[in-house]
């Protein structure tokens, strides 16, 4: 159970592109998603909180007009790069909040597999 | 200020044994998690074992085990029996209690298992 799909898992692309990135819960209702970014040899960086129904929380220094969130429903949310160039490169990775049967609230966060972009 | 510290980039394990990553955490909450991820090279991260911070036992799933030390603020994985597919990046996260569930994650032990 509390599996997270992610799609595409891999997009190579123009500059001046826009790039739609898709995170699916399929087997439990979502209410709380994460975007992330990761560059190569790091942790990750959390880009947004994105809750079901409502406008995405950012993190300090991540554009809202570059990087378009939208959680349209309990199970999808997706990550749109607008305009992509090519630093915005890089290994995007979303997660959903678990079913929350655990203990005091602390589900763990699930996984996509993560998308690859790469911006020519 | 609420942080994970992971102090081994990187480490060499000879198959079949045991090892320990080491991770220490930072926070004042009473209340918090603690979780362990792997991510192998093909990027997905895989939830591993989780500890909550009033849990007096030690947590096991398989293989792996967390040595929570509470007045030391550590938690270390323990794999027992390494195998070649353990080799990976592996992440300690902290959930502090009130946090709208995010994750507050260290920078990662990078694990390379011999044969």
């Known amino acids: 159970g509390a599996v997270v799909s992610q799609h595409p898992s891999r997009v190579i692309c123009k500059s001046g592109t826009s790039v739609k990135i898709e995170c699916r819960s399929l087997d439990f209702q979502a209410t709380t998603m994460f975007w992330y970014r990761q560059f190569p040899k790091q942790s990750l960086m959390l880009m947004a909180t994105?809750?079901?129904?409502?406008?995405?929380?950012?993190e300090q220094g991540v554009e809202k007009d570059k990087f378009l969130i939208n959680h349209a429903s309990l199970t999808l949310s997706t990550l749109t790069v607008t305009s992509a160039h090519p630093e915005d490169s890089s290994f995007y990775i979303c997660?959903?909040?678990?079913?929350?049967?655990?203990?005091?609230?602390?589900?763990?966060?699930?996984f996509g597999d993560g998308t690859r972009l790469s911006i020519l | 200020a609420q942080k994970i510290t992971q102090t081994q980039p990187g480490m060499f394990v000879q198959e079949k044994e045991a090892v320990t990553l080491d991770c220490t955490y930072d926070t004042s909450d009473q209340s918090y998690g603690l979780f362990w991820y792997k991510q192998p090279s093909s990027g997905e991260m895989i939830f591993l074992i989780y500890?909550?911070?009033?849990d007096e036992q030690n947590a096991t799933e398989g293989r792996y085990s967390l040595n929570f030390q509470k007045a030391r603020k550590s938690a270390n994985l323990v794999i027992s029996a390494s195998q070649l597919g353990d080799s990976a990046m592996y992440f300690c996260?902290?959930?502090?209690?009130?946090?709208?569930?995010?994750?507050?994650w260290g920078a990662g032990t990078k694990l390379i298992i011999k044969p």
């Open positions: 996260a902290m959930r502090p209690m009130d946090s709208n569930y995010q994750l507050i």
């Open positions: 994105s809750n079901e129904g409502s406008k995405a929380t950012y």
């Open positions: 997660s959903a909040r678990g079913p929350s049967s655990w203990d005091r609230g602390m589900e763990p966060q699930h």
């Open positions: 500890q909550g911070s009033y």
